[in-house]
Each structure stands twice: as C-alpha cells, then as structure tokens.
C-alpha cells in the first residue's frame, strides 16, 4: 500500500501518469524488495526486511521514470495514428521496463549502504544507558513511521532491542514504561489527536478519520491514523507527532524518577488500553490521573496543527473535484495545484475568498450560455458569444461572479480550458442539428500568453474553422506584446479569429490598437450608455468613424432599446448585441432561436 501510494502521488507530481507511476512502484517493491524471499525452499513475505524499501524503491523509481520520459524518443512516424490515450501508454513502455530492470543495479548499492549506516549508528549507541536507548528508539521508530514504514519492525532489524527488558527506573522496564506512560494511544500518541480532532468541524476530514480510527486507536493501533489522515509524509503534522512522545517521555521519567507515583514490576501487551495500562502498572489512580495529564497536553499540542490542516485539506479538495469536475488533464491540473501550493506556502494561509470560491464551485454545475449576435442592417442573426453561467447546488443559475477571484489568485486557467472543450463539444452539437454559427469566446489574459493553451484550442477547433472568435482585452497585450502578437497570428494561420473586448473601458487605446493584428472591436455597454448626454453622443460617434477608418469590423454591445438600436444602425456598425434581441440563452433555446431566423445560419 505504501509503496504503491507513494509511486502513485509522486508521479502525478512530476507530471506524469499516476496510475503507471504506482504500479511500477509495487511491482519494483514485489521483486526487487526483498518482500518475498526464498527459505529453505519455500517463498515467504518477508515484512521486517523489505519495510525501508516500501520508500526508497517508489522515490527512485518516480525520478528514473520522469527522466526517462524527458529523453526517451517520441516516435512520431510510427504514432502518429495512435490515439492520445493509447500513445501515451506506448510511449510508456520502453522508460517502464528501463526503471525495472535498473533495480537489479540499484539493490545491491543500497543493502551495502543500509548495511553501514546501520553499523555506524551501532557502533553511536554501543555505550548509551537504557533511557538513552529507549528515547533513540522512540525518536528511530517515530522517523521510521513518518516515511511510511513500520517503525518498530525496522527498528528490530537494525538494532539490538534487548534492552527493552531492562530496568529503566528501579522497578519498571523501559518496555512497561514507554508503553504505559509515553505512546499513549500508540506511535505518535493518538489519543491526544483523535481528542483534538473532535473539536474541529463535524464534517471535516480529521475528524472523519479520527472517528473511523477509535476502535484500533483504543488498543494502540496507529495504521488508520498514519495512514487515512495522513500523518505518513505530512510536514504540518511532523512537529506535534515528534513532539508528543518526547513531551510525555520527559515528563512521564520526571515524575516516575521522582517517586511521586507508585508502580509495579509487571509486564503487559502493547495492546492493553490507555488508563487501564495505567491502572495496572501504578494500582492506583495516580498513575492514572498522570495519564489524563499528558492527554490534555498531547490534544493541546495537535489541535492547532490539525486546525491549519483542515483549512489547508478543504481547499485542496475542493481544487481537485473542481479540476476533476471539469474533465482537465492531469498533468495540467497537478501543474497548477502544484505552483499554487508553492506560492501559498510562501504566504503562510490561505486566502478564505478564493477558498469560498472554489468550493461554491465545486458544488456546482458550470454551463455555457449563448447570447445572440445579428447583423445591424438586416437583424437577422451572424452568432453568439458564449456566456458563463453557474448553476449552484440550490438550482438558482448565476452570473460568473467568481471569474476577478479566480484570476486574482492565477486560477482562471482552470475555468478557460473548461470553456475551450466546452465550447467546442457545443460546436458539434450544432453541426449535428446542421447548423454552423460563429461563437466567440472570452478568455483570461493570460490564457493567450501560454503555448499549451493556444495549440489546445486549434487542436480542438481544427475541424470548425471560421467558426471560433477569441474574445480579449487590452491587459493582455500590455503584459507581453510579442508573445501575444504571436499567438494572435498563429490562430489567425488555423482560421481562428480574435476580438478585442470591451473596448471603450479602462485604458483603450487608438494607438494601441492600431498595433494589433485585431479586426474586430466589440464597443463596450458602458461606452454606449453615455450616449445619452450629448458629449457621449458626439465621442461614441467618432470613435466609430474612427476605428472604420483603421479598418475595423465593429461590435455594439448592450443594445437594450429601439433607440440605442437606431443610433448603432444609423453608425453603421456591422453586428449588434443586446438584451433588445434576446438574452443569454442555453444551448437548445440558442438552437431555436436559429431557427426561428433561419436566414442567418449557413446550413449543411
């Protein structure tokens, strides 16, 4: 489970496939780790000796896996047929086989080196007393668990562990005593957490996890916990599992060493109950009560690390079921909930506003509405702009608030490449009906600034040309004009064409625009409601006379009334848009409303 956990999550990381990443991991472990071994003729599991490997093998295998892919061929003659998912796996094969078969290189390497970092740590504690002992075990085991193996099994097949026998107090064995009075609840000191996690919210994950575990955790059992939380490679909780044990160990030896509680010479399992263990070894409820006292301590010390987690975890989730929801690639969604991990550990928190979001989205149901768009002198209908509309988990259709968040917070690619293949499976939906309008959509800036993106939407658009229009805005151009001027080409070489939005807003710019390889100008609503005055009048007016003369195609956008119709008209401004036409509409009523002006639409 470790190792294929591990391989899987590692993998995703690195950009590529989980899946395979995992099930090379495991079956590296299986063969290569010392997990089934030969004795005496017979195959046997060998737990103890393969526990260190159930880390290393996943770890080198990731990393040989990545490299391998960066720099094995890609084979395009022979592939170019194959379908995407098929080609991938292929491409897979040759890097696979290669990691596997390095292993027979690697293992031996690694036993010499494990071999002398035992024999050194050895010959470190050769002279140490019982307590040094005890606490270098509990510190080694605890590391050990951390990294996902089993502690005290490793632990035993390191080092001698003979001395759990011994007195580490006149009367108690340091076995009796770290058991008793230091892992309460079992590695890590579990109780203290399942406690802490009882006082986060009822539906949260810690707490799911903490009530799930209450059976094992009562006699001492700690899988479920490591595991399911997880604290298993979990830096937030690295610092109070450490601390706990250390904390109750010095504790537990100052007050025993102190004679203040009464205890017996007796041996118990590991697995006998916190208190009742208590019970035993002081006969009293002394010992008991000591017990009580480092449990409080021991929740004190989780909850506010469990807290940061829970806030932490909540966000991620809801990412996931949103990059899921949206149907995006792995590799594109782990590459950006990687860099947005990265820049919010830099800031220490979370920002609750894009939390709020994310999850107000992932809860929901995101749609594409279709606006229509009619020529001015006939007002029969040249398309639509495709609109964003969230229906929410209570059924209520909303506008995109949530789009200045996302793109405060560098997350609006998310929702850009759901609109990309959205947009396109609605296409050919349309051509399914017989229909070919021309749709436009809007994109974040920085969409149009990356590669991956820009060749995403001409591989999806390749078989609608002259059908797509790219709506953008002038930030776009500010932030990278070359890089900008260039995929503005590069669409328009694939049929694809691209609009300057709202244009008459912010910092419009005659001569910037006049720079750009644009040929279409949708004026923005605001520009044409300060018709009314007759400065907006007469500014309206030449800007139109104006952008004509550089050659544009206009668009006016929000024509509400008969005369904001008539003015634009009288302009001659080519296409119209506005509620005076028709609202934004979902897919089959935008499929009416074509066909209720049949005129328009280009059929097959």
């Known amino acids: 489970m470790v190792s294929f956990s591990l391989g899987f999550f590692l993998s995703k990381n690195y950009g590529t496939s989980g899946i395979v990443g995992g099930l090379l991991a495991l079956l590296c472990f299986a063969i290569h780790g010392h997990f089934v071994t030969e004795f005496e003729g017979n195959f046997i599991v060998n737990y103890q000796g393969a526990s260190a490997y159930s880390i290393v093998i996943p770890i080198l295998s990731s990393i040989q896996l990545k490299a391998l892919l960066k720099w094995s061929p890609k084979f395009p003659i022979w592939l170019g047929s194959v379908s995407p998912f098929l080609k991938e796996k292929l491409l897979l094969l040759l890097p696979f086989s290669l990691v596997f078969f390095s292993f027979f290189l690697w293992l031996p390497l690694l036993d010499l080196i494990g071999l002398y970092i035992a024999a050194v740590l050895q010959s470190l504690m050769k002279d140490s007393s019982v307590v040094e002992l005890t606490a270098q075990r509990m510190l080694l085991s605890h590391a050990f ?41 079992g590695t890590g000191c579990f109780v203290g957490l399942v406690l802490a996690a009882m006082l986060l ?92 006292f480092l449990i409080l301590i021991n929740t004190a010390i989780y909850y506010p690390f469990l807290s940061w987690h829970h806030h932490r975890v909540n966000y ?44 107000e989205l992932s809860r929901g149901t995101l749609m594409l509405y279709y606006q ?77 600034l990356k590669d991956d993106i820009v060749n995403r939407i001409i591989r999806r658009f390749k078989r609608y040309p002259k059908q797509l229009i790219i709506e953008v805005v002038e930030s776009s151009y500010l932030s990278d004009r070359v890089n900008f001027i260039h995929h503005i080409e590069k669409l328009r070489e694939h049929f694809i064409e691209t609009a300057l939005d709202d244009f008459g807003s912010g910092y419009s710019s005659l001569s910037m625009l006049a720079d750009l390889p ?27 006379k104006l952008l004509h003369d550089q050659g544009h195609r206009l668009v006016a956008e929000g024509v509400e009334s008969h005369k904001q119709y008539e003015y ?18 979902p897919l089959n009523e935008a499929i009416d409303f074509i066909n209720r002006d049949s005129e328009s639409i280009v059929r097959e």
């Open 145 to 185: 668990w951390f990294v996902g193996v089993h502690g005290d099994n490793t632990y035993n097949l390191l080092f001698d562990s003979r001395f759990l026998t011994e007195d580490i107090l006149p009367g108690i064995s340091a076995k009796t005593f770290y058991d008793t009075f230091v892992l309460i609840g």
């Open 372 to 448: 229509p768009q009619v020529y001015s002198a006939t007002t029969t209908c040249c398309g639509f702009e495709a609109l964003l509309r969230l229906k929410t988990k209570d059924g209520n259709v909303v506008g995109p608030y949530f789009l200045d968040v996302l793109g405060a917070h560098h997350q609006s690619v998310l929702i850009d490449l759901w609109v990309i293949d959205t947009a396109a499976k609605d296409l050919e939906h349309f051509q399914q009906v017989g229909l070919k309008p021309c749709i436009s959509i809007n994109l974040h800036p920085d969409s149009l």
């Open 518 to 544: 644009v040929n279409l100008v949708k004026l923005d609503k605001q520009f044409l409601d300060r018709c009314d005055s007759s400065s907006g009048f007469t500014l309206y007016s030449n800007v139109v």
């Open 316 to 359: 991620q989730q809801s990412l996931e079921q949103l990059s899921e929801q949206l149907a995006l690639t792995n590799a594109f969604n782990m590459q950006q909930e990687s860099k947005y991990i990265a820049r919010q550990s830099e800031q220490g928190h979370i920002n609750k506003e894009i939390r709020a979001v994310i999850t």
């Open 201 to 292: 919210p009822k539906r949260s994950h810690e707490r799911h996890i903490a009530f799930l575990s209450i059976p094992f955790s009562v006699f001492n059992f700690c899988e479920i916990i490591l595991y399911g939380l997880p604290i298993f490679l979990n830096p937030i909780l690295m610092i109070p599992f450490f601390l706990t044990p250390i904390f109750n160990f010095v504790v537990a030896y100052w007050v025993l060493d102190a004679g203040w509680i009464p205890f017996n010479d007796i041996e118990i399992s590991w697995m006998t109950p916190t208190l009742v263990n208590g019970w035993i070894v002081g006969n009293s409820w002394h010992a008991v009560a000591l017990q009580g």
């Open 568 to 585: 634009v008209k009288s302009l001659g401004i080519e296409k119209i848009q506005g509620w005076y036409f028709e609202k934004a509409l």
